[in-house]
């Protein structure tokens, strides 16, 4: 196991869902493309982990500019609403419902997000850092919205450090780490968040030690 960094120097403003983007889970969210299986893409991960935190960092970025964006998305509904869900009439009815045909042609919604103008994306991170390299070396968008231009890598550099993708130099958390994991400091944010991937799975939520959130 090597303790390295990763920096995406970018040419685009990039697009985060919100959280952290640790570098597990951009590495997870690779192998899943290859895998198709949730636990397959999650052992392949080529980070340490300490019964299940990965010694991966969460994104770090300093930004010049943030700019608000929206996108208008067609709403495409393919499942009818169960009727117990629906207000009913005064006759104690529902409304009449929506076949497929007009539930297809509902509408659209509008997304809003938040661009962050930055010059890199690093992280820190103790594993296999030629397996990470072989991962990463062939992409070239990251976060969201890279149909649309955002996120777009110029290269990506890899780098020895000392940090092990938990804590930085102050021994300051740099991901989500859960508080019964870490002797903790009352400076540090506390926010009930996910910890490991899933991290979209509400059972890998916890209350963690963790840095400001990207978005």
Avoid at 37 to 64: Q, R, Y
Avoid at 99 to 128: C, M, P, Q
Avoid at 166 to 175: G, I, K
Wanted: hydrophobic content about 40%; glycine content about 6%; aromatic content about 10%.
């Amino acid at each position: 196991m090597e303790r390295f960094s990763v920096i995406a120097e970018l040419k685009t403003p990039i697009i985060f869902g919100g959280g952290y983007c640790t570098l597990d889970a951009l590495l997870g969210s690779i192998l899943f493309e290859d895998l198709k299986d949730v636990d397959a893409a999650h052992a392949a991960i080529p980070i340490k982990c300490s019964d299940g935190l990965f010694h991966a960092s969460a994104a770090i970025i300093e930004p010049f500019d943030t700019q608000p964006v929206s996108f208008v998305a067609n709403l495409r509904a393919d499942h009818a609403i169960h009727p117990d869900l629906l207000l009913k009439n005064k006759q104690g009815l529902t409304h009449r419902r929506m076949g497929r045909t007009r539930r297809r042609d509902y509408g659209a919604v509008l997304n809003k997000y938040k661009s962050i103008s930055t010059h890199d994306v690093t992280w820190f991170a103790e594993g296999d850092l030629e397996k990470t390299r072989e991962l990463l070396e062939d992409i070239s968008f990251i976060g969201k919205r890279r149909g649309s231009g955002f996120g777009e890598v110029k290269t990506w550099r890899f780098e020895p450090s000392s940090l092990d993708g938990l804590l930085d130099a102050f021994d300051a958390p740099v991901r989500p780490i859960p508080i019964d994991r870490i002797k903790g400091d009352e400076s540090w944010l506390k926010l009930d968040t996910a910890w490991r991937p899933a991290y979209w799975h509400p059972e890998n939520r916890a209350i963690c030690y963790a840095p400001e959130p990207l978005a």
